[in-house]
């Protein structure tokens, strides 16, 4: 059950994570934006996909769901940092840095978090409010990238992009909160 179709696609986009990270680090300019937000689309639609296939195919597994969560994570922390390298002479710079702290901050603390109750042997459920953060997430990543491979040259895109950013952190840290909240039940057990 290791070598199914929606573990091989959550295989390639944890290793996209830092092949990701390293084209934006090399190449901060337009080019590697490019080549960064092709990679990233790839690696959004191999999230949407592996989940869909493991239920569809009836093919869910314990390696997908250790595996999963640990490629979204390492896909959007290592995306984020990268994107700040990306952005060093953008006017937006403190706001783009400061959500993206935030939201690396939540997601870390609810894996360790998950970690902690998994050794409890319970579990924290992903909610549906927590698969619209990661679509809001991904989608403002996408947004970002976009604005810098001028594509189009118009300046309001990168203000947009900070926008969907900030929805996509507040929404991480309202998901962030309902974690916590509904673990203390379980960390006191």
């Known amino acids: 059950m290791i070598f199914t179709l929606p573990n091989m696609l959550t295989v390639l986009r944890l290793f996209l994570a830092p092949f990701l990270g390293f084209v934006l680090v090399i190449y901060p300019n337009a080019s590697g934006a490019k080549i960064a937000l092709l990679i990233f689309v790839i690696s959004a639609i191999t999230d949407f996909l592996d989940g869909y296939l493991a239920r569809y195919l009836n093919k869910i597994s314990n390696l997908g769901k250790l595996l999963d969560p640990v490629a979204d994570k390492a896909l959007i922390i290592i995306t984020l940092l990268s994107i700040i390298i990306l952005k060093?002479?953008?006017?937006?710079?403190?706001?783009?840095?400061?959500?993206?702290?935030?939201?690396?901050?939540?997601?870390?603390?609810?894996?360790?978090?998950?970690?902690?109750?998994?050794?409890?042997?319970?579990?924290?459920?992903?909610?549906?409010?927590?698969?619209?953060?990661?679509?809001?997430?991904?989608?403002?990543?996408?947004?970002?990238?976009?604005?810098?491979?001028?594509?189009?040259?118009?300046?309001s895109i990168n203000y947009f992009s900070?926008?969907?950013?900030?929805?996509?952190?507040?929404?991480?840290?309202?998901?962030?909160?309902?974690?916590?909240?509904?673990?203390?039940?379980?960390?006191?057990?």
């Open 162 to 189: 900070c926008f969907f950013l900030w929805i996509a952190c507040f929404l991480t840290l309202y998901t962030g909160f309902n974690y916590f909240k509904s673990s203390i039940k379980l960390i006191k057990d």
């Open 88 to 155: 060093k002479d953008d006017q937006l710079l403190v706001f783009f840095t400061f959500a993206s702290i935030l939201i690396i901050f939540r997601e870390i603390f609810i894996m360790a978090l998950r970690e902690f109750i998994a050794e409890k042997k319970n579990t924290l459920n992903v909610t549906k409010f927590a698969k619209i953060k990661t679509f809001f997430q991904m989608f403002s990543i996408i947004v970002i990238l976009f604005s810098e491979t001028n594509f189009l040259y118009i300046h």
